[in-house]
C-alpha cells in the first residue's frame, strides 16, 4: 500500500502543514534528486508564499526525521532523494543526470545481520551516461 504524504509527516512526528505536504509530495512524486532550488521553483507557482528558507529547513527536518535522505553526489548543489531503499547513485559528469541504482547484493549483505550495525550506507558512481557517451563520439 502506497502512503499519502500526510500519512509519512504524521507517522514521523511532524505536522502536516500546506508547505510540508508540498515538499513531501515532490520528492514521492519526482525521482530526480532535486536541490533545494529545484524543489522552490517547482513550487512557487502552487504556493506564491513558499521561501527558500521554508524548502531548505523542511528539508533539514525531513532527514533529521529520517523521511528523506541527503545525497552528496553533486559537488555544487545538495541533493535529496525520497527513496530510503538502499540503492546507489550514478551522476553523468557531462549533463548532471543523478539515476538510482539498485543494489540487491548490498540488501542480502545487510538483512543477513552482520556482527555489527550499519546505519547509512553510500554508494556513489560517475562517469558518462549513454546519452552523453554517445554525443562525444
Known amino acids: 500500500m502506497i502512503k499519502s504524504s500526510k500519512q509519512h509527516l504524521i507517522e514521523h512526528g511532524i505536522s502536516p502543514t500546506i508547505q510540508r505536504l508540498a515538499i513531501m509530495d515532490y520528492l514521492m512524486n519526482f525521482r530526480t534528486h532535486p536541490t533545494v532550488s529545484d524543489i522552490y521553483m517547482s513550487l512557487l507557482p502552487q504556493i506564491p508564499t513558499l521561501s527558500k528558507t521554508t524548502v531548505n529547513n523542511t528539508l533539514k527536518l525531513f532527514v533529521d526525521q529520517k523521511l528523506v535522505k541527503h545525497i552528496d553526489i553533486d559537488e555544487r548543489n545538495a541533493r535529496f532523494d525520497g527513496v530510503l531503499e538502499t540503492h546507489a547513485h550514478f551522476r553523468c559528469k557531462k549533463c548532471g543526470l543523478i539515476l538510482d541504482i539498485p543494489l ?21 558512481v560517475k562517469g558518462l551516461c549513454n546519452k552523453c557517451l554517445n554525443s562525444t563520439n
Open 104 to 124: 540487491l547484493e548490498i540488501q542480502d549483505f545487510f538483512s543477513k545481520g552482520p556482527d555489527f550495525t550499519i546505519d547509512e550506507a553510500y554508494v556513489n
